[in-house]
């Protein structure tokens, strides 16, 4: 029987935009509390009360840098008891910056990307998961990318990020084999968000000619994928969810019809 989510504690980093903000929209309307992560506190009040008043989903509200090992675990060690049992922690947060060639690019745009996308997870991983084995129940879902399976001109950085979010998640499963604690590993395509902004630095252009002529994913796309892994009955383990939009085969294949 599917899992009912109704006053499960979900935990989901980078809800202030994109594919967290969607998940948060779609697992407010099944009934969870949610605990929203992300540095913009303004995007995650405004959220917050839009779930508030459409669903009356009882938020909490975190101001964390991913990147911050010590500052995750202070936050968590002073949650309220009432939110300490968290069911579901979604590792989303996460970016990319520009497409320069392995050989030339700035050393900083890397270090954001490995702190984020693969030491800020593990950092989440590190303060959340032991409460879950403990407790006998719990399920992390972490967003990789497309980006894992094919390595593209100038993403080479990036796509090793996401690369490593494929084998942590795998390394995850088998070290939590014996527990029912789940490990599912989301692989989207194009997703339309703010994700091209933050890679091309805000040059609104260039993002949008990512998806010129195609059809992206949507956010809600994704989250609808989530809601599926998160809702299947406890002896089924959703490891990975692949989706791509129709009009793209690999990251660079993408089908596109004049404008
Ligand atoms: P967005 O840019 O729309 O959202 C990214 C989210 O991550 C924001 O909420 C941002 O919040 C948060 N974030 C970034 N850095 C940090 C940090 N250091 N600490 C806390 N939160 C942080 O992009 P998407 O929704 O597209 O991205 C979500 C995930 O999906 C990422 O892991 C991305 O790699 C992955 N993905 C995206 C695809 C796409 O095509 N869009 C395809 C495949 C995977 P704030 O800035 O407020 O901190
Ligand atoms: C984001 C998708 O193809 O831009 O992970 O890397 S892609």
Redesign the pocket.
């Known amino acids: 029987m599917a899992i009912a989510l109704t006053d499960k504690i979900v935990l989901i980093?980078?809800?202030?935009?994109?594919?967290?903000?969607?998940c948060a929209r779609y697992l407010a309307e099944a009934g969870a509390r949610l605990i929203l992560?992300?540095?913009?506190?303004d995007?995650?009040q405004h959220l917050a009360d839009e779930l508030h008043s459409q669903y009356q989903t009882e938020t909490l509200l975190l101001s964390?840098?991913?990147?911050?090992a010590a500052a995750i675990a202070a936050m968590m060690a002073k949650l309220p008891a009432h939110w300490q049992a968290i069911d579901i922690l979604i590792?989303?947060?996460?970016?990319?910056r520009g497409l320069d060639k392995q050989y030339e690019a700035p050393l900083q745009d890397w270090e954001?990307m490995i702190?984020?996308?693969i030491k800020?997870l593990l950092y989440m991983t590190r303060a959340i998961v032991p409460g879950m084995v403990t407790r006998e129940t719990g399920h992390i879902i972490n967003?990789?990318?497309?980006?894992a399976r094919y390595t593209y001109p100038g993403g080479s950085v990036?796509c090793a990020?996401?690369a490593a979010?494929k084998v942590l998640s795998e390394g995850l499963k088998i070290d939590l084999l014996g527990t029912p604690v789940r490990v599912t590993n989301?692989?989207?395509?194009?997703?339309?968000?703010?994700?091209?902004?933050?890679r091309f630095r805000g040059d609104a252009d260039r993002a949008k000619n990512?998806y010129k002529g195609m059809t992206?994913?949507t956010?809600d796309d994704?989250a609808e994928m989530i809601l599926f892994a998160a809702t299947r009955p406890p002896h089924v383990n959703v490891s990975e969810i692949y989706v791509i939009p129709t009009d793209q085969s690999s990251a660079t294949l993408i089908h596109r019809r004049p404008t």
């Open positions: 980093t980078g809800a202030s935009a994109g594919i967290g903000a969607s992560v992300a540095r913009r506190q995007k995650l964390l840098d991913v990147r911050q590792n989303n947060a996460g970016l990319s954001e702190d984020t996308n800020g967003v990789g990318s497309i980006a990036y990020t996401k979010v989301i692989e989207p395509g194009f997703v339309e968000t703010e994700f091209s902004d933050v990512v992206p994913l956010p994704m």
